[in-house]
């Protein structure tokens, strides 16, 4: 890891503080439960349409981010059950556009994903507008987070290292 990087480093004593937030914020039933080993974090549950649901996610505390110095993005992560959205907060507020990139399901093997940060898309409660996210955006970010993407009822696990944003 460089100087010139932005690094979240997941695990007990290290970055420990995020949060579980599932579709029971909105009356569904799925579970999402955050735990952090020593070196990395877990978020695992199952997923349930009942009552609309149909997500589980795990999300920082808000904060005031400017990414425009950093062009890329590297996760280092395993998952089961369901693929992964990695979501860039612009807005406080659930039905404002979030921006996302997908994390593949990798069967629990360990991979490194480096995106660009122009490959972020703008999403509206769960669906893509077809935008990409611009400069102004990421000069304003105030939170991170994972989010469940399948759309598939069942259950789940992810486990995150690091996240690392580079020049």
Request: glycine share 10%; proline share 2%; charged share 25%.
């Given at each position: 890891?460089?100087?010139?990087s932005?690094?979240?480093?997941?695990?007990?004593?290290?970055?420990?503080?995020?949060?579980?937030?599932?579709?029971?914020?909105?009356?569904?039933?799925?579970?999402?439960?955050?735990?952090?080993?020593?070196?990395l974090?877990r978020?695992?549950?199952?997923?349930?349409?009942?009552n609309?649901?149909?997500?589980?996610?795990?999300?920082?505390?808000?904060?005031?981010?400017?990414?425009?110095?950093?062009?890329?993005?590297?996760i280092r992560?395993?998952?089961?059950?369901?693929?992964?959205?990695?979501?860039?907060n612009?807005?406080?507020?659930?039905?404002?556009p979030?921006y996302?990139?997908?994390?593949?399901?990798?069967k629990?093997?360990?991979?490194?994903?480096?995106?660009s940060?122009?490959?972020f898309k703008e999403y509206?409660?769960?669906?893509?507008?077809?935008?990409?996210?611009?400069q102004?955006?990421?000069?304003?970010?105030?939170?991170?987070g994972?989010?469940?993407?399948?759309?598939?009822?069942?259950?789940?696990?992810?486990e995150?290292?690091f996240?690392?944003?580079?020049?």
């Amino acid at each position: 890891m460089t100087s010139d990087s932005l690094l979240i480093d997941f695990g007990q004593g290290k970055t420990n503080s995020w949060i579980s937030v599932n579709d029971g914020v909105m009356g569904g039933r799925s579970i999402g439960l955050v735990n952090y080993e020593e070196n990395l974090l877990r978020l695992e549950g199952e997923i349930s349409f009942e009552n609309n649901g149909g997500f589980a996610s795990v999300r920082s505390d808000y904060f005031n981010k400017n990414l425009t110095e950093w062009s890329s993005v590297t996760i280092r992560y395993r998952s089961e059950g369901q693929s992964l959205g990695f979501v860039l907060n612009h807005y406080q507020r659930w039905y404002l556009p979030n921006y996302k990139v997908i994390l593949p399901n990798t069967k629990m093997k360990w991979e490194e994903v480096t995106y660009s940060l122009e490959d972020f898309k703008e999403y509206r409660i769960g669906r893509p507008t077809g935008r990409s996210i611009d400069q102004g955006k990421l000069s304003e970010i105030i939170r991170f987070g994972f989010i469940t993407n399948d759309k598939r009822e069942g259950s789940f696990k992810a486990e995150i290292d690091f996240i690392e944003f580079t020049q």
